[in-house]
């Protein structure tokens, strides 16, 4: 197990694969000391062994798990000094189908991961975030919390309320000098997409398939502002403005596998002109 030894520190749920991973890399690159968690043992394995033991801690957690993650924050306050820079509230899961046909199994452990880990992750960390001058609680939202998607409901409710959550305490948290915002990625080429999907995805617009990589640039970018809501691509910031200015519209459209650009140019026209 590394130690920070002065260096700035960020702490990252769902390292192992996709943007955690992604993330992980590009912090390390930048002299960070890396936090990596994960269900996924070998994959984390595989993260200590490519930036070096010396430069990070690996540890398996469940974020659902809200003692065993107590314990893991405390294991790398003791590597950190205290500090943590960073805490990028990113593990999730994606489990879809029409609601009424979903397992209820499946329901509860999408809202367990997805909403229920972040909670967790933001209470056990907050001590640290408010010892770090500067620090950052930032999480993944989604694409899905613009408006909610069919075939997915459960997972988009579950990223609208993150970033309800992250609105709230980007503004309770000014009183400690924490900052929080959010990541609301659109169609990311990571494992949660089933497969075939980025391959099927358009070439062009606000749902190609976009690398992890972009996520990771944005969650550096994020460090250094004050943007409360970052989107992946910068496109799907016109979806979530057409979503709260004509949600029927853009109801009707996803209803009839119309294109979704044809609300968001009406939602534009129309807020132009008022």
Request: proline residues 5%; charged residues 20%; contains cysteine.
């Amino acid at each position: 197990m590394g130690q920070a030894n002065g260096r700035k520190s960020i702490f990252i749920t769902g390292a192992a694969s996709g943007m955690g991973l992604e993330t992980a890399r590009l912090f390390h690159s930048k002299g960070w000391f890396i936090g990596g968690y994960d269900v996924n043992t070998a994959g984390l394995k595989a993260l200590e062994t490519e930036i070096g033991a010396d430069n990070c801690i690996v540890q398996t957690l469940d974020v659902t798990d809200k003692k065993a993650y107590e314990a893991t924050i405390a294991a790398f306050g003791k590597a950190t000094g205290g500090k943590m820079d960073l805490l990028f509230n990113n593990a999730g899961i994606g489990r879809g189908g029409f609601f009424d046909e979903m397992p209820f199994e499946d329901v509860l452990a999408v809202v367990n991961v997805n909403f229920i880990g972040v909670l967790n992750g933001i209470y056990s960390a907050i001590g640290l975030l408010k010892g770090t001058p500067g620090s950052l609680c930032f999480t993944t939202s989604s694409s899905s919390a613009t408006y909610g998607m069919p075939g997915i409901a459960v997972y988009s409710a579950t990223k609208h309320a993150v970033k309800g959550l992250t609105e709230a305490l980007s503004i309770e948290f000014r009183r400690y000098g924490v900052r929080a915002a959010d990541v609301l990625p659109g169609l990311i080429d990571t494992p949660i997409l089933p497969a075939g999907a980025a391959a099927g995805a358009p070439k062009e617009g606000m749902f190609r398939a976009i690398p992890p990589s972009d996520v990771a640039k944005v969650v550096w970018d994020a460090y250094g502002s004050d943007t409360l809501h970052w989107y992946v691509p910068p496109e799907l910031v016109e979806l979530d403005k057409a979503a709260g200015n004509m949600p029927e519209l853009v109801r009707e459209q996803m209803a009839t596998n119309g294109p979704v650009s044809k609300a968001i140019e009406e939602a534009r026209i129309a807020n132009l002109k008022k």
